[in-house]
């Protein structure tokens, strides 16, 4: 018996099991199988030309396009000589997030199926599924991985430390040559040098699993509108549930009952945004209509006896905790942004909000596209975001009046999502 740690709350929206990425159960090989199909192998190109006619785009934050990132870690692989390699990133450093783990438990085959078609793509002899570690998952997908036929490119599952940027792709390919989990600076890009010096492809493995997918109902299929999305919704201080949902699922429903109560919503990641929640938004848009960037496809609904700033400024004082600290954006704009928003945070009479407001929003210009990672351009992100929706609490606090006096910030800031032990036999 293996024991392995997972959030257990899984909704699906979608109608076919054949197509949908979370099945009710885990699946066995055989299972998925059965359930899914045997999956047709194209050659490199066609895989790769499949990526392109159905616009598969990353679904782990940088939602970009899946093929451009194939044709370039061919094209280096064949200008250099060297063979390529794939790693799945299933890191999902978020705290927040749990739909990749969700992924990997739930439809491990899946993610593998997508792994062997990426390593066609872009020709590469070795791949690599990165994981987070804490939860098992590393035993668990190796075992899963044994029940299959023995691979045309040798798969090796490895586990990453539970920080924030551990799934950066530098950071990745740094811990996979044997340094620390942080991202680098690197003078060439990692689909040009990556693991081992090699042309190296990273992809997300929602990402890999919709490969698999494409694979076998065609880029039609996918292009038609017809394919789910993961997303992590959170509501105050509940364990997370994972939501499968199709194109265009109104945001009510996709958050479910509780959202209905709430201020506020932060959309995307501790990277992402927070907008004010309105009855009309909850009816009428949809993630991909809400025009910010869906990042690692987080949705957490703030209730209204929670303060947004209280929240922001955790949040960013984790994320200046967890950068690398070595470019100037992190090693000075990140803690002090941190610092003025924990002063932001604290309801008590003052004079000098107007500083402090604009040096917030002057730090988290001068921090936007300095560092060598995107670190503090997201951070910047959601701290920009958090004066535009909590303005009115901005101007409370002030006045040293608070709507939820005391309360924690429900986010998490720890390395992992609360989640419910169960005892799994692999
Ligand atoms: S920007 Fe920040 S997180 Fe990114 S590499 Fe530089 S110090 Fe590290």
Not at 12 to 23: E, F, K, N
Not at 285 to 304: E, F, K, M, N, Q
Request: with cysteine.
């Amino acid at each position: 018996m293996n024991t392995v740690t997972m959030p257990l709350r899984i909704r699906s929206l979608a109608t076919s099991a054949a197509r949908r990425l979370l099945p009710s159960e885990p699946l066995s090989h055989e299972a998925h199988r059965a359930i899914y199909g045997d999956l047709s192998y194209l050659d490199g190109r066609q895989i790769v030309v499949a990526a392109e006619l159905s616009g598969l785009c990353g679904q782990g934050g940088a939602a970009f396009p899946a093929h451009r990132k194939m044709t370039a870690v061919r094209e280096a692989a064949r200008r250099s000589g060297r063979r390529a390699v794939v790693v799945a990133n299933g890191s999902e450093g978020e705290p927040a997030s749990a739909k990749d783990k969700a992924l990997l438990w739930h439809a491990p085959h899946l993610v593998l199926d997508g792994m062997a078609l990426a390593a066609a793509a872009v020709g590469a002899d070795r791949a690599f599924l990165a994981v987070e570690s804490g939860h098992g998952l590393g035993r668990y997908l190796t075992a899963m991985s044994r029940q299959r036929p023995a691979p045309a490119v040798p798969v090796t599952i490895i586990e990453v430390p539970q920080r924030f940027l551990s799934g950066q792709e530098s950071a990745l390919v740094s811990f996979l040559d044997g340094g620390p989990a942080l991202p680098r600076y690197q003078a060439r890009p990692v689909f040009e040098r990556g693991v081992g010096g090699g042309p190296t492809l990273v992809q997300n493995v929602e990402t890999l699993a919709h490969l698999a997918l494409i694979a076998r109902h065609g880029p039609g299929w996918y292009r038609s509108g017809a394919a789910t999305s993961l997303f992590t919704v959170r509501e105050a201080d509940s364990a997370p549930t994972v939501v499968e949902a199709m194109p265009g699922t109104p945001l009510g429903v996709l958050t479910g009952a509780g959202a209905a109560t709430g201020q506020a919503l932060l959309v995307g990641g501790y990277h992402g945004t927070w907008l004010p929640l309105t009855a009309t938004a909850l009816e009428a848009a949809s993630p991909a209509t809400l025009g910010v960037p869906l990042g690692a496809g987080l949705l957490a609904v703030l209730p209204h006896d929670r303060c947004g700033l209280v929240e922001t400024a955790s949040v960013l004082r984790y994320l200046a905790l967890e950068s690398a600290g070595q470019c100037g954006p992190c090693l000075n704009g990140l803690p002090r942004m941190a610092a003025a928003f924990n002063e932001l945070a604290h309801p008590t009479p003052r004079s000098d909000l107007r500083r402090l407001r604009d040096d917030l929003s002057r730090w988290a210009g001068l921090i936007t596209g300095r560092g060598a990672c995107r670190h503090p351009d997201g951070s910047a992100r959601l701290a920009r975001s958090a004066l535009i929706a909590f303005a009115a609490e901005v101007d409370d606090h002030a006045r040293g009046r608070c709507r939820a006096p005391g309360r924690p910030p429900m986010l998490p800031t720890g390395p992992a999502s609360p989640a419910a032990p169960i005892e799994q036999g692999v």
